[in-house]
């Protein structure tokens, strides 16, 4: 009873954060219909600037809190100004353009932020600072649920309230949903859509980087390619739980999580990786509009 | 002919990349030491840079412009490009072809054999890139997993050499076929899908093979991989290993013959049209009456048979594999090829894989930046042109009118 509550905690885990990388992909794919490929890079490079803050902050004796904040603040910053530069150089002078073209360009991007990061710091696994202390009231559940299990389902359940209230009720919320629906119809009515492609942009990426840093300060060893696997699982998760869907990229993140989590506990930790993409073939196959998506209708 | 707002521009975008480079690019920790370093040169370095190429890119748009500008109205005629002048006139292509062949023949007596192994790796991208050119190119199915294939065929050769002794030319064509029916059991599963996702599974699909090669040890040894594999035989004839280079040269020399033959004419067959009328519009291509399973799925198994091929001489050319030559990797140098030479042009994909493969192993100083440059050149290639370095032709037929006498 107790292996399988650390499995569903560390599914848990596991699932908030896929559920946060897969935010990013499925609200662009919502707006633009664009699998963003670069925005696993988007999650590696918000971690690695949280680890840089970080690292340095300490060196210079910085209070704990004071390195936390600023990390996660720049590590969001950074990774928005990414997202959105990417956007910029990359997807919008192809806008127009076939639709396989702003997909090659994707994952050129993808492999060119790798290895920008790869050649700019190192291929070495780097140790990551632990930046979530052990809570004393955890002490008599620490053998099953760590602190940082708990400290990553608070922050991300704060940002995922955070992120519904602002598409709901705000007005680039508003005019982020107007888009996803038309973007023309979007246009006439005033809607400035180039600012509100490149606000999701913004948005998607600081939420990765919040995921990034999280996760690594979890598993404490961060390095260059992390957003690759990453960003396919997330991918995953956003098409599992229908892409295009908010709700659904969270349920799809923690369905995977966990599915994952008890998979490796209970079957076989070599194959771990497999387990994720043979349930995305397998969706894809009998699913292909995810749990809560509406089925796409083709028109000419 | 630049404006001062235009310079102003370009330093606005040179400050942003200096920001935003700022933390990657500056700083460089050390946990363990505890040491910060700040790399305040490469800041400079980044401003120049993002300046030069933001210049260059408007330089590049004010042209563009100017020419469309002029093509209106009328003070420029489009010329035909050079190089399908040369392609279309006989008394220019066949002396030219016959060059080339010439060239390629003698090629192993006129260079080391170093290099002439390094021609061989290029031959066999060649065939990748028309392999997987058949994929992406000709029926617009995006496939990110064309490496499985590549492993699936030097897997079959390696294994079936290692337990049942069984020679190369035995399995080339087994190797094929297994690598057309992996193709067909992919293919299925994923007909439904449109672009994006295809392209993700067979992402998902490529990993899932390397993964499972890397963790099965009892079928493939693992990570440690395969080695002793028998090279071609030859009559049983016992070669020196520099021989043995040299008959591989020419055996992939022929490969590359055949493909190019065979893709040319599948080009103009009936299934080829249908593959392109399928990349162009799958409804009406549908309405055409084509069948588009049947369309898809031999486009799948056709690509995946040539990576076969080219896994099986792969293996017999290393006489070692193991998983860690078929990563994600691989298939995005093959995708890249297809890209920069030209998606569906034959003669462009043969050059892309010639400048992809030869200029790095010629640049060995930079082989760090290598990746980052193919990176940046799926980019801008789609950016700047997207129909590749040589455009692939649509067949037109003119229809002149008699002149009324």
Redesign the interface.
């Known amino acids: 009873m107790e292996y399988f509550i650390e499995l569903l905690f560390s599914g848990l885990t596991r699932g908030s954060i896929y559920a946060l990388i897969a935010l990013g992909y499925t609200m662009v794919y919502g707006i633009i219909g664009l699998i963003n490929f670069a925005h696993g890079e988007i999650y590696m490079i918000g971690a690695f600037t949280s680890f840089i803050v970080a690292t340095v902050l300490s060196i210079y004796g910085f209070p704990l809190l004071a390195i936390v904040l600023l990390a996660g603040l720049a590590a969001a910053v950074w990774s928005a100004s990414y997202g959105f530069t990417v956007e910029k150089v990359a997807y919008r002078p192809l806008r127009h353009a076939p639709r396989l073209s702003p997909l090659i360009s994707a994952i050129g991007m993808s492999m060119f932020l790798q290895n920008y990061v790869l050649l700019a710091q190192t291929s070495d696994f780097l140790p990551f600072p632990q930046l979530i202390p052990d809570f004393d009231f955890m002490e008599p559940y620490a053998h099953v649920v760590a602190s940082s299990d708990l400290a990553i389902l608070v922050t991300t359940a704060l940002v995922m309230v955070g992120l519904t209230l602002l598409i709901k009720f705000s007005r680039i919320g508003k005019a982020m949903r107007a888009t996803a629906q038309d973007r023309t119809m979007a246009m006439l009515v005033g809607i400035n859509v180039d600012r509100v492609i490149s606000t999701t942009f913004v948005i998607g990426s600081a939420l990765a980087a919040i995921g990034g840093m999280l996760i690594a300060s979890h598993v404490g060893q961060i390095n260059f390619f992390i957003g690759f696997i990453a960003g396919i699982k997330a991918f995953t998760a956003a098409v599992l739980g229908g892409i295009g869907s908010i709700p659904g990229a969270v349920l799809g993140g923690f369905v995977l999580g966990l599915t994952e989590s008890f998979a490796t506990g209970y079957v076989s930790s070599d194959y771990e990786d497999v387990f994720a993409f043979s349930l995305l073939v397998l969706i894809l196959i009998f699913k292909p509009s995810g749990l809560l998506g509406k089925a796409d209708i083709q028109k000419v | 002919m630049i404006s001062f707002q235009e310079l102003k521009r370009s330093l606005l975008v040179s400050l942003?990349?200096v920001?935003?480079?700022f933390?990657?690019?500056v700083?460089?920790?050390d946990?363990?030491e505890?040491?910060?370093s700040w790399r305040w040169e490469?800041a400079v370095f980044v401003a120049i840079g993002s300046f030069v190429v933001s210049m260059l890119v408007r330089v590049f748009f004010v042209q563009k412009q100017r020419r469309r500008e002029r093509l209106a109205a009328g003070t420029l005629v489009e010329r035909e490009p050079l190089i399908q002048v040369i392609l279309r006139e006989p008394r220019y292509l066949y002396p030219l072809v016959a060059a080339v062949a010439l060239f390629a023949l003698l090629f192993p007596f006129l260079f080391s054999t170093y290099q002439t192994n390094i021609m061989i790796t290029a031959l066999m991208y060649v065939v990748l890139g028309l392999g997987l050119n058949i994929v992406?190119g000709l029926a617009?199915l995006?496939d990110?997993g064309y490496v499985a294939f590549y492993a699936v065929g030097a897997y079959t050769y390696a294994l079936l050499n290692l337990h049942f002794d069984l020679g190369f030319w035995l399995v080339l064509p087994i190797g094929a076929m297994m690598a057309a029916l992996f193709g067909v059991m992919l293919g299925f599963?994923?007909l439904?899908?449109?672009?994006?996702?295809l392209?993700?599974?067979t992402?998902?699909?490529g990993?899932?093979i390397r993964?499972?090669l890397e963790?099965w040890n009892e079928f493939s040894r693992g990570p440690s991989g395969i080695a002793n594999i028998s090279r071609p035989g030859f009559f049983g004839v016992e070669m020196s290993l520099e021989s043995a280079i040299l008959y591989l040269y020419y055996l992939m020399m022929a490969l590359v013959v055949i493909t190019i033959f065979v893709v040319n004419r599948l080009q103009d067959s009936r299934i080829g049209r249908a593959w392109i009328a399928l990349r162009e519009d799958e409804?009406?291509c549908q309405a055409m009456g084509i069948d588009k399973t049947k369309t898809k799925l031999t486009a799948f198994a056709l690509g995946a048979t040539w990576a076969g091929m080219v896994g099986v001489v792969f293996a017999a050319k290393t006489t070692f594999i193991n998983p860690a030559s078929f990563t994600?990797m691989e298939s995005?140098i093959i995708?890249?090829i297809v890209?920069l030479g030209g998606m569906g042009s034959i003669l462009g994909v043969i050059i892309g894989a010639l400048v992809l493969i030869l200029l790095p192993e010629y640049l060995r100083a930079f082989s760090?930046?290598r990746?980052?440059a193919?990176?940046?050149?799926?980019?801008t290639m789609?950016?700047f042109r997207?129909q590749g370095i040589i455009a692939n032709v649509r067949r037109t037929y003119r229809f002149e009118k008699k002149q009324a006498e």
């Open positions: 942003w990349f920001f935003l480079t933390p990657l690019m700083i460089k920790v946990p363990i505890r040491i910060v490469n992406v617009g995006l990110l599963p994923v439904r899908l449109r672009g994006d996702y392209a993700i599974v992402l998902g699909f990993e899932i993964l499972i963790n409804i009406a994600f995005a995708l890249c890209v760090d930046y990746m980052l193919f990176g940046a050149v799926l980019v789609m950016i997207p």
